[in-house]
């Protein structure tokens, strides 16, 4: 299975922040729609998976990882039972392990919700 | 030059002083260490309790109040040093204390800036002033029990 590794550091920004495009320049949604769907529809296509590194970034904030994970869900864009397979969160540095349990937190929840 | 039971006294004693030496060197090092550990403890149950003051004066004002985003970028920032104490710390403590951690801390994540952080039309949330506060107070709680059990050498280090 072809792993398609999306950073958000190094393919989009170290300072994520915001929900909308309206709260700022790399807000949540702009990430989502800009960076995430399309490497989603990638892998749909070949068959792989995403995998979303979370490290390298200054921080980020609850209402960004929601609008990402949550959002994407929402957005009904892909089957949720695909989702769960295909989208992992991925933070090999451990400063970003609460980051990642909240971003899997977000996503679980909604796939349960939509399933 | 000494007479022979001075040498023969000497010798009696060169064993107890060195263990004596090396048992209060050993028992330093060890009390050092855990003074560190204790004192990394402080700090980040400090440094929890000033984040959720923070967020409590960020949400008690709008997004249009004066300074907000500067509060917003010392929250994320001080959440940053909470995951960075608290790996400093993973050395020295439990696995599943480390994990209790990082439970704790994804809670305070979501409770300082879930919902509407960062949006720009944000309005004062009275329900999350109080919730970041309690969240807080859990988290401290939840790091003091993980300490203290492994104190009690319930859990293996590491």
């Known amino acids: 299975m072809t792993d398609l590794k999306l950073s958000i550091a190094n393919d989009f920004s170290r300072y994520p922040a915001g929900r909308t495009r309206r709260d700022g320049e790399f807000s949540a949604q702009r990430f989502r729609e800009e960076k995430l769907v399309p490497a989603l529809k990638k892998a749909q296509t070949i068959g792989g998976r995403v995998i979303v590194v979370l490290d390298g970034v200054y921080g980020y904030s609850s209402s960004f990882l929601e609008e990402t994970f949550g959002g994407l869900v929402r957005s009904k864009l892909f089957p949720a039972a695909w989702l769960r397979k295909a989208l992992l969160i991925e933070a090999s540095d451990p400063i970003y392990t609460s980051y990642k349990l909240d971003a899997e937190s977000y996503l679980q929840d909604e796939l349960n919700y939509a399933a | ?158």
């Open chain 2, 1 to 158: 030059m000494f007479p022979d039971w001075v040498w023969t006294f000497l010798a009696f004693l060169f064993a107890p002083v060195l263990a004596a030496i090396l048992s209060g060197y050993a028992v330093n090092r060890w009390k050092v260490r855990e003074d560190y550990i204790e004192k990394r403890f402080d700090e980040l149950c400090s440094t929890i309790l000033d984040t959720a003051d923070l967020a409590s004066d960020y949400w008690s004002g709008s997004a249009a109040d004066e300074g907000m985003r500067l509060c917003e970028s010392k929250i994320v920032a001080s959440l940053k040093r909470i995951g960075g104490l608290r790996v400093i710390l993973s050395q020295y403590i439990s696995r599943s204390a480390h994990n209790e951690l990082a439970q704790a801390e994804s809670a305070l994540l979501r409770e300082t800036t879930g919902g509407n952080f960062g949006v720009h039309n944000r309005q004062p949330d009275p329900q999350k002033i109080l919730s970041c506060q309690a969240v807080a107070s859990d988290c401290v709680i939840t790091i003091r029990r993980a300490r203290m059990s492994d104190l009690r050498g319930f859990r293996r280090r590491g």
